[in-house]
């Protein structure tokens, strides 16, 4: 499927971009050369190939799920002016 400048003209109006005229042939080409890429790649044979997930199908390296931190809950709340039952408690700013 080639472009020609009035589909490149209506995709730029589309999208809101601001070609003028010296750039339309560029770009005209240059979306056609991807579109031309795209049929290349759509005509690979690809019966019998799973997807990927990824191209390297890498698992990631996973830490033990262990506790690294103490709890610091009761100095921290100390110092607050208001905690009920382990919860900051706030002034109501919304009525």
């Known amino acids: 499927m080639a472009l020609e400048r009035s589909d490149v003209e209506k995709i730029a109006h589309l999208a ?17 050369s991807i579109l031309g890429l795209i ?21 990631q390296r996973l830490r033990a799920d262990i506790v690294t931190e103490s709890n610091h809950r009761e ?17 109501k700013v919304i009525e």
């Not at 809101?16 to 056609?32: F, H, I, K, S, V």
């Not at 049929?39 to 698992?59: F, K, N, R, Y």
């Not at 100095?75 to 002034?91: D, F, R």
Request: aromatic share 4%; no cysteine.
């Open 75 to 91: 100095a921290y709340q100390s110092i607050a002016p208001a905690v009920e039952n382990g919860l900051y408690l706030v002034p």
């Open 16 to 32: 809101r971009l601001g070609l003028n005229d010296a750039d339309l042939p560029r770009t005209t080409e240059a979306l056609n």
């Open 39 to 59: 049929d290349q790649m759509q005509a690979v044979d690809t019966t019998g190939i799973e997807p990927l997930a990824h191209p390297l199908e890498a698992s």
